[in-house]
T-cell receptor
Framework: DAGVIQSPRHEVTEMGQEVTLRCKPI?????LFWYRQTMMRGLELLIY????????DSGMPEDRFSAKMPNASFSTLKIQPSEPRDSAVYFC????????????????FGDGTRLSIL | AQSVAQPEDQVNVAEGNPLTVKCTYS??????LFWYVQYPNRGLQFLLK??????LVKGSYGFEAEFNKSQTSFHLKKPSALVSDSALYFC??????????????FGTGTLLAVQP
């Protein structure tokens, strides 16, 4: 059973460039989460979707960040323009969360995209 | 507001000794509690969860955790540590049944170092 797949695994780019991170959730999962991990700030939730609809984007740092989920099997996180302080590991996670027991299922994480902005 | 605290940045233990990684939480109502482990250059992996029922929860790789409602704690334990258990461990909480959001609140993580 394939897990959450993220691409690319590593991205190095120059300040000001557009960066697009990609995620394929586990088939059948209806929740998708984007996280950012840094040494200074730990693990931060950026945004999450339910059935392809953004539910909470309060963690998105600023307007340079945007996320989309055009269908149940694909999501993107875009940074435009990128800045050195965006350097971090970005994780995508998915979970099943339907019905009255919503929320008692674990989130399954991808292996992340290590982003370096020079 | 929901929160979770992992009071130790690092825990050191000798191989073969028991280990405990501490977690305390704050949430209104009944909590759903989770432990995850992260190995270098990997995503977080689910270890175990407490939803309801027995306070002692058993999970992957021989780990277990004890839910203590009066102390609002959910400490992770293992009777005999292995060098391969060395990793970063995260506790997470969300409001239980009836909670309006599916967001998990993660702790800051505890680095477990098992010496041979």
């Amino acid at each position: 059973d394939a897990g959450v797949i993220q691409s690319p695994r590593h991205e190095v780019t120059e300040m000001g460039q557009e960066v697009t991170l990609r995620c394929k959730p586990i088939s059948g999962h209806d929740y998708l989460f984007w996280y950012r991990q840094t040494m200074m700030r730990g693990l931060e939730l950026l945004i999450y979707f339910n059935n392809n609809v953004p539910i909470d984007d309060s963690g998105m740092p600023e307007d340079r960040f945007s996320a989309k989920m055009p269908n149940a099997s694909f999501s993107t996180l875009k940074i435009q323009p990128s800045e050195p302080r965006d350097s971090a590991v970005y994780f995508c996670a998915s979970s099943i969360g339907t019905g009255v027991m919503s929320g008692n299922q674990p989130q399954h994480f991808g292996d992340g995209t290590r982003l370096s902005i020079l | 507001a929901q929160s979770v605290a992992q009071p130790e940045d690092q825990v050191n233990v000798a191989e073969g000794n028991p280990l405990t990684v501490k977690c305390t939480y704050s949430v209104s109502g009944n909590p759903y509690l989770f432990w995850y482990v992260q190995y270098p250059n990997r995503g977080l992996q689910f270890l175990l969860k407490y939803i309801t029922g027995d306070n002692l929860v058993k999970g992957s790789y021989g780990f277990e955790a004890e839910f203590n409602k009066s102390q609002t704690s959910f400490h992770l334990k293992k009777p005999s540590a292995l060098v391969s258990d060395s990793a970063l461990y995260f506790c997470a909480v969300r409001k239980g049944y009836g909670g309006a959001t599916n967001k998990l609140i993660f702790g800051t993580g505890t680095l477990l170092a098992v010496q041979p």
